[in-house]
Every structure is written in C-alpha cells, then in structure tokens.
C-alpha cells in the first residue's frame, strides 16, 4: 500500500478508525482534497467501508489492528469516540498523532470527566454529581429542587441510550438496575439537574493543531427521544450575544481541552437566557451536517484540514437559511425500507433539496440518511425539508406492496 | 458482490467505464446519493479507482471485460467516448441500459458524424467538409475564402491533439502525414473553417431517458493550446438572446441525438453575435466543473440522476459569478510536483477558495485538479481563482529545493 496517490508529493494517509456515516462524508470530503483515507471498519460493507478502497475490517479496541491502520500515516483520527485512551497513548509514542488526542477525547468518551473540567475551567453546565447509589441520587435532588432529576451514565450512552428521566427515588432504583446494558468499563452514574431549557443550541468549531479556529454559525437542534431530528442554521431569534457567548464557550473548551478536529458543543438555551453545556463531540457531529451544502466549508472538510494541520475553510453561511432534517429509520411498510424508492417524489417535488443517504440498512430508529434544504423563508425551507425527511420515512406517501 | 448496499432496496448498482478524474467526481456524488458504483479502470490506482472500492482493472475495449462489469447493473455510464459502439449494443441487447447510448455516442466519437447530423438538423456549425488528401483541402480553402483553415481527425484527438492550424498546402501535406500519430480506426480528415470568434461558449445540459432536461447557465471557456484553461459561469457580457440561443441549441442536439446524462455543447460566439457549434461531450465536462461548488445541483450528480432517470437537480447558480481554472501540471521544480504543498498558502490566502485534486501524478501540461471561486465582484473571484491555480501549477511561489 503506497502512502500517497500521487507520486512525488508530500500527500499524507489518513487513517480513520471507525466505519459510519461520519467516516463516509469524511471520506466524500477527502475526495476533493486528493488525500487517501486509510478505513478501519466495524465490519464488511458498513458505510464507509462502501466508499474508501483502503478498509480494513478489525475491531478498534485491539492495539495491534490499530498499529496495522495506522502503519504508514502520519495522522489518526475518528468517527467516533470508543477508541481506548491507552492504545492512543501507545499510537502516540509510536510516532502517529491521535486527533484529537486522548487527553482530549476522555473528556468526550467520560461525561463525569467532561463536567470536572468544565467546573474547573468556569464553562457553566447543569448543577450535577457523581451519585453513587440511589440515596445519593435523593440527596442530589434535595440540592436542585427536588425530582424530577436526570441521570447519566459517565460512559456508554449515545442517542438518547444510557440517559433517564427519575421522578422519585424508586425510579432512581430502578435506573441504576437498568444501567449496567448501557455503561461501558469505568462508568459511574451522573446525576444532573432537570433544566427548564428554552430550546437546545449546538455551537461547532474547527481547530487545528497550530491553533487556527473556525467557528461554525451558531445552531438550534429538535431532538426527539434524544435523538438529533431537526437541525436549522443560524439559530432563529438567537440575540447576537448570546450567538457570541455560545461561539465563545465552543472556542474556550477547543483551546482549553486542546481538542483538534471538529468540536460540537451541545447547549441548553435557558428560559433566562443563559446558555449551559449539554454534552461535547470530538468528531464530526449531527449538528453539523447543514454545513455540506449550507456553509462555504463542510464541517467534515474542516475536520480533515484541522487534523491535518491546514489552514481551515471559511465556516460561513452560503444563504439566510439552512434546514437539516434526519431520516431516521421508519416502521411503515414498503416505502421506509426503500430510500432509494423515495427519489422520484421527494427529487421531482424540489429540484433544490440535497440528499444524503449513508448506505445504510434501514431500522426503526437508525440515522439512515439526511435531507437539507436552504433559502430565504424560514417557513418555507423547514416545509421543504420536513416533508422529504418524512416521505424517505415512509410517514407520507403511498402505502404499496 | 451484492447489488446494493442497503439490504431490502431498490437501490441499483452504477456501472461506470473510465476511472479518469469524471469518473471520480461522478464517485463523490454518488457517495451522496447512497449509490453504489462498480468502476472498470485502465489501470491499478488511477484517479476514480483511488475512491471507488468496486473496481475492476481491465481493458474497455473488451467486450467479455464490458460484461463482467455490468453484470447486475442496470445502468452503465461514462468516463469518457471510447467505446467501441458495437460493444455497446451488445450490452444494450444483453438488457443493460447504456447511457448515453451507442447511437448517441457516435456523434462524440467520430466529428464526420457529428457535423453532418447537426447540418441535418439545422444547427449551425462552421463551415467544413470532409476531405480525403491535400489537394481537397486546398479546394475546400478556395470555398472559404483561403488560408488558413482547420483540419482535424475525425477520431482520436482530445485535448487540442488532433486538431491543427495550416496555413498552406504545404502545411496541409504535412498534416496528412501526421495524423496517423492521433487518429484512431475509421477516423477520416475533416477541414474546418477558421472560424475569428469573439469567444467560446459551452452550454451544458442534463437529458434524462424520460426526457425531462436542465440546463447550466452557459459559460465562457478560455483555452490554451486547446485545453480548458478557465470558465466563467454564466459567460459575461452574454445577451439573454444569445444565451438561450446557446440553450435551445444544446437541449436540440440533447433531444434529436436522444443524450441521455451530461451533453456538453462547445461553440464559437462569432464576432458577427451567432453561435456555432464547435464540438460534443457526452459525460460531464470540464467547462461544467464550477458547478460542484457553484451550482445548487452539480453536473455529477444530475449526471448520475439522469442516467438512473431520476428527476434532475436545479442547475440555478448559487452566487453571481463562479470562475474555475483548471491546474494543469507544470514544469516549474519542487511545487509544481507537489500539489499538497500548495495548500498552506492557497488555503490560507483564502478561506472560501475550493480545491480539487484528482490524485493523479503530475506531468507538465496534463489536468490535476481545478479551483473555483464564486462572489459577487467577477474581477476579484478571478484574480483569487487565477492565483490559486498558479501557485498551484508552481508558476508563483517558492521555487525551493
């Protein structure tokens, strides 16, 4: 395997651990840069691995399948967050720069990790504690007001897994029974005030290791039993401060936790106007996806030009507005099974609407896909994005055999 | 090899011949598409065979080789014109759709055929004929009025090769023995006029197999030494009038030679205000690369969604003015080998500059990659495409060891 398409260039590989649609659009950025991505893949066909020559199916907590991706590439980064801080640490001393690097992605891969920092570098988040049964999850509820309270578990959540709702000390018990099918090794329980947010905001900045940061509009993200279904840019009725204040945190957590890549920062807009830290992304992120054809520079170019140390894209919008809707894996017959079925309506109805498909197969529930439209009416973008996402999820539409 | 790479759907399996830089554009938009390609290359690790893992490495000339990679696809497409025709309709008749097909294909293939079906169909070229030795030649430069003339082989020239300027009978005698070099089987001499045009034009059409059409806003081309240098989108100074002429023109030549995917029509804008047909692309082209960055629906992707008869993307501009200049391989030391090595400058100098490399190796005068800028000001969006190109070539910068 040769390093380098080209000949006599200085071109680096890149070698992406995980195989999803993160890695794929990564993949499909990587096409215009003329850089070859090195795939280490979950398993044979998965999203990315349909898109990127170089794949090698292996499992990324095993050092050994890490050292043969990496073998050759000056620069390591990921589609996800799993990857074993002490395999990265080794990955490093053997000369292959992790980004982010795990000092900066145990603050993505530990959420109890993630709020210590935040508490210790003045970022304002949920009141929260690390509850160690469920009286204490009680006596935290005292602290804050009272149940109903969030828990948490520090590792092994995505999408809305690992993380409840308890409105009194029973369900407190319950949870922590509950648990253990979520948390991975080393996790504890979160527990964090219920917070009466006005909406959620993601705020995303590119940095690179010399520095440079780019900071993506500021976003207000739908989620629906927590998973990201809704996405528009710039935020509506966002005051400029408070745009500035979220774009701020984002650029203080990149520098202050040293990440490099794509940082998604994961907010609560308050009912006070405040905003208060959700969660942290050190990848690519749902929140971002608007920017492949909303924004000059797509988040997963700016990834690959932060970890490969390049000057960064423009993050600026190309129009007033930018809607990203989900297609979320349908439980409706014929048609949710099918994306590729739902082409010719959604593509004849509106000649202006882009389409994303990751290849991947469709289950109630799963990120299959998304849709984005743009324009000048907010009204009218999120009609246009809204009923494609719902006819490739079989909501609307024709019924057939 | 399964079909598709998402169980449980329609979704079908691209064939495309070539793996040359089209090939790998069409890949990337295919990625977004959620459509699987299975690519036939000319060789190990050309430029679409560095993106597409499904590539069989084989001769397009072979009709047992043409089988093997259309097995189970429905649909196949193009890189490029070269395939022998009666390969296509054995493929045609074993039920692969190809697109566009063999009798279309001709037109692009050998310009005897081309000229003569556009004098059938009554759209303007400049004026020509056939010629079978120098002394034809001769006569045909008598008809309007003398030296010098054009004379090109009907089959085989690409890139300016092919084509010459002779300004005697002399000249013309050399020709003749020249052409061999370039001209491939059943290529014929065809002597054109010298046409003193203002400028070229290119209009590009998408033409799906139901019929439904777009058509890209028609662009200005600039050449040298008869390969694409720098487009303008849309063509400046162009009257509405001459525009939709140049429109009318392509989606006629589309519809009569049933075009199905990219047609790209290159004409002459003479200084009396006509157009005149120049030459025939049926693939995506290089006058139609602004549109990746610059149109709402790029000439890939309305590519694939044409040949797999999917409803056409917008072809609406998204800005003013887009200029994409093409980096063709320089002569000029360290950087102009090494295309990586111009990111930190050009990237740097200007955050909304696009790049795209096609991994191929550098070798002076071949194409490598292209930029594009778009804005609103056409003097500024130049000057930045021009310089990034430049540096790019190697013919600014360092000039460093």
Redesign the interface.
């Known amino acids: 395997m040769?390093p380098s398409?080209?000949?006599?260039?200085?071109?680096?590989t890149l070698a992406v651990v995980g195989g999803g649609q993160l890695a794929?659009?990564m993949?499909?950025a990587a096409?215009?840069?003329?850089?070859?991505l090195r795939l280490l893949a979950e398993g044979e066909?998965v999203s990315a691995?349909?898109?990127?020559?170089d794949?090698t199916v292996g499992d990324y907590r095993d050092l050994e399948t890490l050292r043969e991706v990496a073998r050759g590439c000056a620069v390591v980064t990921f589609d996800h967050e799993h990857v074993p801080p002490p395999h990265l640490e080794a990955l490093a001393a053997e000369g292959h720069a992790c980004r982010p690097g795990p000092s900066a992605l145990v603050h993505a891969q530990d959420k109890g990790v993630m709020r210590a920092r935040l508490d210790e570098i003045g970022v304002p988040s949920p009141r929260h504690a690390i509850v160690a049964d469920p009286a204490a999850v009680s006596a935290f509820a005292d602290s804050v007001g009272g149940f109903p309270v969030v828990l948490k578990t520090t590792r092994g959540g995505y999408d809305g897994k690992g993380v409840w709702v308890v409105g009194s000390p029973e369900e407190a018990t319950d949870v922590f029974g509950l648990a253990d099918d979520v948390a991975t090794a080393g996790s504890r329980m979160l527990a964090e005030e219920l917070v009466d947010f006005r909406r959620e905001l993601s705020a995303l900045v590119a940095r690179s290791p010399s520095g440079q940061v780019?900071a993506y509009p500021v976003v207000e993200s739908v989620q629906k039993d927590g998973i990201c279904w809704e996405v528009t840019a710039p935020a509506p009725d966002l005051s400029e401060s408070l745009a500035l204040q979220a774009q701020q945190v984002a650029m203080r957590v990149a520098a202050e936790l040293d990440v490099t890549g794509i940082l998604a920062v994961e907010m609560f807009e308050t009912r006070a106007g405040e905003v208060l830290v959700n969660e942290l992304a050190m990848r690519p992120h749902n929140t971002g996806h608007w920017s492949?054809d909303g924004a000059?520079?797509s988040q997963f170019e700016n990834h690959l030009?932060a970890v490969l140390d390049?000057?960064?894209?423009?993050p600026?919008p190309?129009?007033r507005w930018t809607v990203m809707v989900n297609i979320l894996g349908g439980d409706h017959g014929r048609l949710s099974?099918?994306?590729?079925?739902a082409?010719?309506h959604t593509?004849?109805r509106d000649?202006?609407?882009?389409?994303?498909?990751?290849?991947?197969?469709?289950k109630p529930g799963r990120k299959v896909?998304h849709v984005t439209a743009y324009g000048d009416d907010l009204d009218e973008v999120r009609e246009r994005a809204r009923h494609a996402a719902a006819w490739f999820r079989g909501d609307l539409g024709e019924e057939s055999e």
């Open positions: 040769t398409a080209q000949a006599g260039s200085s071109t680096p794929r659009m993949a499909q096409v215009g840069l003329g850089v070859p066909g691995a349909q898109v990127v020559p794949t780019a492949i000059v520079t030009r390049l000057p960064l894209g423009s600026a190309r129009q099974e099918d994306l590729y079925a082409y010719p593509f004849a000649p202006f609407l882009r389409v994303h498909l990751y290849g991947k197969d469709v896909g």
